[in-house]
Each structure stands twice: as C-alpha cells, then as structure tokens.
C-alpha cells in the first residue's frame, strides 16, 4: 500500500480560502467511486487559525503506478483545476506501509 500525502497552502482571504477548500474537498471524496485504483481518500481543512497550511488530503493506492494513475485521471484533474487560481504552495509526501 502507498499513502499519498498532500498539503497546500492557498491564497485570499480566510473566507475565500475556506469556500475554495470546500469545493476542492468534496470533489476528492467522490473520485474513489470513479477511480479504480484509489482506495481511499481523506481530506481534511485546516480549523486552526494560527497556522497556514488550508487543507491536507490522505490518498491510498497499492503500488507507486497507481499513483501515477490517480494524478492524471480526468476526475483528478478536474479536481485540482480547481485549486489552479488559488494555491501557493504544495508538499507532498508519499510512502509505502
């Protein structure tokens, strides 16, 4: 198994950051129905607002390919396309477990 860890960083408002990361987490949790080799996934939003990072997803797949194959299915990308005028920044770790 691979989980596949992902934090970013947005920019705008508080408000605006929140309303985007809203969007962007409920588009993730239906990519499990329509992608075969994603496992599960999690997504959570930042509540603290001492710290900077808005939002942080937990993707599992079984093999290092199947990630490859989560990022570039459509669903996936139709996803992230909607963080494309609002993130500042990724990290990204992924791991075998």
Not at 41 to 63: F, K, R, Y
Request: proline share 4%; glycine share 2%.
């Amino acid at each position: 198994m691979v989980k596949h860890i992902v934090t970013f960083k947005l920019t705008g408002t508080p408000e605006e950051r929140k309303e985007v990361a809203l969007k962007f987490k409920n588009a993730l949790l239906e990519l499990p129905a329509v992608i075969d080799v994603l496992k599960s996934i999690e997504v959570g939003i930042n509540e603290n607002p001492a710290e900077s990072w808005d939002i942080v997803l937990t993707a599992t797949v079984e093999t290092m390919a199947d990630v490859e194959i989560y990022a570039k299915h459509p669903a996936h990308v139709a996803a992230a396309a909607l963080l494309a005028n609002h993130k500042a920044d990724r990290a990204c770790v992924d791991y075998c477990c």
